[in-house]
């Protein structure tokens, strides 16, 4: 035996067990379901990217780019070259050019599912490995595609059956009108910086827009009085705010304008948004969020392209789920279980699991446990039918299938199995 300690998972980092993918497979399906009668198709891209990709996606001066970055070490690297993937936007901007999509009729439509890494404090909704739902709109700066990619997210969450949710909408103007508001931010923010949370005593200087997301309550009280964007946006950028606006009023999206609502980086551009959980304050509350990213295309340097795009939380659209008090049952291993009642069954159990399995999902319990006790586990599992055989039965090739819900049970040959299972067990 060995007598080294039982290794575990690393910190921040868990199993999504059996018991728990009903729920996780219902958050997934519906994520295929709402791209796919929306036209968007599905893409993989590498979990591992090179640094700089993964870096000017994110932006050095952000959170997730300052501190939460996991390079990654190969037995040739003097220095890391590689990242695991905080998110997956920027790869799937690399992906549209490097795959030529940028020469299919445009905008191409993309979306994936899959985990993303950030070295952050784990707590309860923040994970280090989590996944999201992600679709992308390359190639197109139409404002009516901001609005779309907000009525997908917000389909995916109604098709879930997350129902406390709130839509929160800004606009951030762009490249023409953004760097004017900045200067009137830092103006109005500079004879209050001795009063400023050290944090935004530095964001001052170096990334202004993100002193209207800062949550240090010494902050707080500066907000309201401090000029709003949408206040100072360019005729261009404000008549794609109202387009916007128009199409949600349109499809009877409701939102409520938040004009603190932004995105530190210097690529977003106009529209930002975001789905919050209104059960649940605090930090962990967002399921998701996106917007315009019309510089990222340059800023890993391919071409001027306007794109749009969202990020779903699957882990946090998961604990809603739970936290609103939807139940999802845990599905069973299978439908049928096969139950030889004795050591010498092996082959025949085997064989009639065989048989079963070209009409339903069949699983044989080959365990030395006794009949009762197998029984028992198979109620316990939720199986709906079993299938239960000892030697006698086996030479006369039937089983007594037994109905687990009614606990009606018959005599069955091998061979007429897969058509009564399939008519339901008629007849039992
Ligand atoms: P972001 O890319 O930061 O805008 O995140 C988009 C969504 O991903 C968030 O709204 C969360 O639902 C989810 N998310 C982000 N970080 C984490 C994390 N560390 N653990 C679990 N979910 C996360």
């Avoid at 779309?148 to 009108?177: F, K, M, Y």
Wanted: net charge negative.
């Amino acid at each position: 035996m060995s007598t080294s300690q039982a290794i575990k998972a690393a910190r921040g980092l868990r199993d999504i067990l059996p018991s728990e993918r009903a729920a996780w497979r219902l958050v997934e399906q519906a994520a295929h379901g709402v791209a796919r009668r929306f036209g968007y198709q599905e893409i993989e891209v590498p979990m591992i990217e090179p640094i700089e990709l993964i870096e000017r996606g994110v932006g050095a001066d952000t959170d997730v780019g300052s501190k939460e970055i996991y390079r990654v070490i190969t037995q040739d690297d003097a220095k890391p070259r590689l990242a695991l993937r905080p998110e997956a936007t920027a790869s799937v901007v690399r992906a549209y050019f490097e795959g030529g999509l940028n020469q299919a009729p445009q905008p191409v439509r993309l979306y994936l599912l899959g985990p993303m890494f950030r070295h952050d404090r784990p707590q309860a909704g923040r994970y280090r490995q989590f996944y999201q739902f992600d679709f992308e709109v390359i190639g197109d700066g139409s404002a009516a595609w901001d609005a779309e990619v907000i009525e997908l997210a917000g389909s995916w969450l109604a098709a879930i059956g997350i129902a406390q949710v709130s839509l929160e909408l800004n606009s951030i103007g762009d490249a023409n009108c953004r760097p004017a508001y900045l200067e009137r931010l830092k103006a109005y923010y500079r004879p209050l910086k001795d009063q400023l949370h050290p944090d935004c005593q530095r964001r001052l200087e170096t990334n202004p827009l993100r002193l209207l997301d800062c949550k240090e309550p010494q902050c707080a009280p500066f907000k309201a009085a401090a000029p709003k964007i949408t206040d100072h946006l360019c005729e261009p950028c404000a008549a794609a705010f109202a387009e916007v606006r128009r199409l949600l009023d349109a499809g009877g999206i409701e939102y409520r304008l938040n004009p603190y609502l932004v995105r530190g980086l210097d690529y977003y551009t106009r529209t930002v948004f975001e789905f919050h959980h209104t059960a649940l304050g605090g930090a962990q509350n967002s399921l998701g969020g996106g917007g315009r990213y019309d510089g990222l295309a340059t800023a890993i340097g391919y071409p001027d392209t306007p794109a749009v795009g969202f990020a779903g939380g699957i882990d946090r659209a998961v604990l809603m789920l739970a936290q609103e008090g939807q139940e999802v049952v845990p599905e069973p291993p299978a439908e049928l279980l096969v139950v030889p009642g004795g050591g010498e069954l092996t082959v025949a159990a085997a064989e009639v699991a065989r048989i079963a399995r070209v009409a339903v999902s069949t699983a044989a319990d080959y365990s030395a446990r006794s009949l009762r006790a197998k029984m028992r586990s198979a109620g316990k599992a939720g199986y709906r039918w079993v299938a239960i055989l000892d030697e006698a039965e086996a030479a006369r090739r039937v089983v007594q299938l037994r109905d687990m819900v009614s606990g009606e049970q018959r005599e069955v040959g091998w061979d007429e199995l897969p058509d009564r299972l399939l008519a339901g067990g008629n007849g039992l």
